[in-house]
């Protein structure tokens, strides 16, 4: 049997204040939910080490970092995407203004990783939008993955761990593929 491979990814987790990154963070890499946050000043850091079952033979450790999402820190944002592998664009389905921004934070990044790297946008709090305070429609949010170029468009809840764990492992497969020509 052949000695596995392994790697280290680095993923950032970007969008508006207030969405939910840190929710999504915790509930993907520690399997918990606190209904208040504190707001992530500058960044949040987490790793979790995730096994693909489509490819047994490597070891892949994400490094994900959650980053403030308030104008007033976008000075102090741009060194945390240098060696991204990937990006989580991510939004508040029940926060037009975070949905219009997202084009903005893909800008930003771009800026400094370049196009061409795997993304996915995530519209969060699906369990707020259930309640009637839905701003963004799902035909909405596919028709800005296209625009994106993102791999994948998920709805998510953080809170009742609603599509967290495939949108890490579908970024995860798309990094993989695409460096190691799989």
């Given at each position: 049997m052949a000695a596995a491979k392994s790697f280290i990814y680095k993923i950032c987790v970007v969008g508006d204040g207030g969405v939910g990154k840190t929710s999504m963070v915790l509930r993907y890499c520690e399997n918990s939910f606190k209904e208040n946050y504190i707001m992530t000043i500058g960044s949040n850091f987490s790793t979790k080490q995730i096994n693909l079952d489509k490819y047994p033979n490597y070891l892949i450790r994400l490094?994900?970092?959650?980053?403030?999402?308030?104008?007033?820190?976008?000075?102090?944002?741009?060194?945390?995407?240098?060696?991204?592998?990937?990006?989580?664009?991510?939004?508040?389905?029940?926060?037009?203004?975070?949905?219009?921004?997202?084009?903005?934070?893909?800008?930003?990044?771009?800026?400094?990783?370049?196009?061409?790297?795997?993304?996915?946008?995530?519209?969060?709090?699906?369990?707020?939008?259930?309640?009637?305070?839905?701003?963004?429609?799902?035909?909405?949010?596919?028709?800005?993955?296209?625009?994106?170029?993102?791999?994948?468009?998920?709805?998510?809840?953080?809170?009742?761990?609603?599509?967290?764990?495939p949108v890490f492992k579908d970024v995860t497969l798309a990094i993989l593929e695409r460096t190691q020509k799989i």
């Open positions: 490094q994900l970092w959650d980053l403030a999402g308030q104008k007033h820190f976008s000075f102090v944002r741009p060194p945390f995407y240098r060696g991204s592998s990937a990006t989580i664009y991510t939004f508040d389905l029940t926060r037009r203004s975070s949905f219009q921004n997202i084009l903005n934070w893909k800008a930003e990044v771009e800026k400094v990783i370049g196009d061409g790297k795997p993304s996915i946008l995530v519209g969060n709090k699906t369990d707020l939008a259930e309640q009637g305070n839905r701003e963004v429609g799902e035909g909405e949010g596919e028709a800005l993955k296209e625009e994106l170029k993102a791999i994948a468009y998920y709805e998510t809840s953080a809170k009742n761990d609603l599509k967290v764990s």
